[in-house]
């Protein structure tokens, strides 16, 4: 089996879409799929099993706290910046909105401005949240004065968003190279899977260290100072 390099995908995309569209719609196809690829991360540590959610507890709940929020957040900012208007404040941005522009196929073109709109519309919630909690903190809703709560979410909804917005690239790909893409793959090393591991491994010896230290059967390292 071949792979093509970087390069290469980029310009067979401006090859087969041309000097407008491929460069924009090459970008988002790797926006999305980085996006999944951490979307699957947070999946793999909070979504998976209550039995991993221990483990994180029981090895550092603080910094997994924060890993929890950190990795929400940033899902519902990127899926925020890939639906969001072709420009702000004047500024462009790189957004699946600009797809239904440039596409020359005027039947395509249709197609992608209403499955662009479900994407925007299922992504409503995301920019509630960006707007109102994680780029601005709402006044009246930190101080709970008399505001609207913020739009529910869910992983559910964020795995919605993801489809919708899969489904709108996906719609490129069948219109110029007959196929589609899956963007949604995980990648099973070097990830989440593999540091909840190392917890347990590094868990497990802490109970075998305490059971000899009590015993009295302890080893010359158990009580060694390291420097971490």
């Known amino acids: 089996m071949t792979y093509n390099s970087a390069e290469e995908v980029k310009q067979q995309h401006i090859e087969r879409l041309g000097i407008k569209l491929g460069p924009i719609f090459y970008e988002l196809c790797n926006e999305l799929a980085w996006l999944y690829i951490k979307w699957n991360q947070y ?7 209550p039995s991993r959610v221990d483990l994180t507890n029981q090895a550092a709940s603080l910094f997994f706290r924060i ?21 702000t404040a004047g500024k462009k941005n790189l ?40 780029a601005h903190i ?11 709560s913020l739009l529910p979410a869910s992983r ?7 489809t919708a917005i899969s489904e709108v690239l996906n719609a490129v790909n069948g219109h110029y190279f ?6 949604d793959w995980a990648d099973d090393h070097r990830g989440a899977v593999d540091l909840l591991y190392l917890i347990d491994d590094g868990l497990r010896s802490v109970k075998e260290r305490q059971v000899r230290i009590k015993a009295g059967n302890y080893l010359p390292g158990d009580y060694k100072a390291r420097d971490i």
Request: glycine share 2%; hydrophobic share 40%.
């Open 156 to 162: 559910l909804k964020v795995k919605e968003c993801l």
């Open 43 to 49: 999946v793999e540590l909070y979504g998976a099993k």
């Open 138 to 148: 709402d006044l009246h809703l930190a101080m709970k004065k008399g505001v609207e």
């Open 67 to 87: 890993v929890q929020d950190t990795l929400w957040e940033d899902t519902l900012l990127h899926i925020s910046r890939l639906t969001d208007p072709p420009k």
């Open 178 to 183: 007959n196929s589609t893409t899956m963007f």
């Open 95 to 134: 957004t699946i909105l600009l797809l239904p522009i440039l596409v020359e196929n005027s039947d395509l073109s249709c197609q992608l401005d209403n499955l662009c709109t479900i994407a925007v519309e299922k992504s409503d919630f995301c920019r509630d949240w960006r707007n109102r909690h994680i």
